[in-house]
């Protein structure tokens, strides 16, 4: 059977009440993620929406909100050591992993405590590049 599934639109990470501004400097300022308009129907359930690639991350508020500390997003990047380092001068502390061989990775949380994964092929080739 044939997938009906064409492709990944975005993932949303939950966040706690007031997690704007925190997002923004987060994603928006270390990570240097572009801030998308959220549709002006969605804009009261707070919360907030930024570029990732050809896809999309939103950071939605959850009530009663835990973070979650397996399931995770892992964002592929260029130049992983200037990101760790860039993230480590932040106080955000970062855990390498050896555990996928090919690959560089490191473990790190948002704001909130969410687990988000940062990755990069060990040989860059037009063949593992996204997009």
Same mark, same amino acid.
Do not use: Y
């Given at each position: 059977?044939?997938?009906l599934?064409?492709?990944l639109?975005?993932?949303?990470l &939950?966040?706690p009440?007031?997690c704007e501004?925190a997002?923004? *400097?987060? +994603?928006?300022? !270390?990570?240097g ?8 129907s969605?804009r009261a359930r707070g ?5 990732v690639g050809?896809r999309q991350?939103h ?11 397996? &399931?995770?997003p ?6 992983i050591e *200037?990101l +760790?380092?860039r !993230? ?7 855990r390498?992993?050896a555990a996928?061989?090919?690959r560089?990775?490191?473990?790190a ?9 940062f990755?990069e092929p060990?040989?860059i080739?037009?063949?593992n590049?996204p997009g």
């Amino acid at each position: 059977m044939a997938s009906l599934v064409l492709d990944l639109d975005h993932v949303q990470l &939950a966040a706690p009440k007031g997690c704007e501004l925190a997002a923004r *400097a987060f +994603f928006g300022g !270390l990570l240097g993620l572009a801030e998308l308009d959220k549709p002006q129907s969605l804009r009261a359930r707070g919360g907030c929406w930024f570029q990732v690639g050809s896809r999309q991350l939103h950071i939605g508020v959850e009530e009663r909100f835990r973070p979650s500390l397996k &399931a995770h997003p892992a964002f592929a990047v260029r130049e992983i050591e *200037a990101l +760790f380092e860039r !993230l480590a001068r932040s106080h955000i502390e970062c855990r390498w992993d050896a555990a996928i061989e090919g690959r560089r990775r490191f473990f790190a949380n948002d704001p909130w405590g969410n687990r988000l994964e940062f990755t990069e092929p060990l040989s860059i080739s037009p063949s593992n590049l996204p997009g």
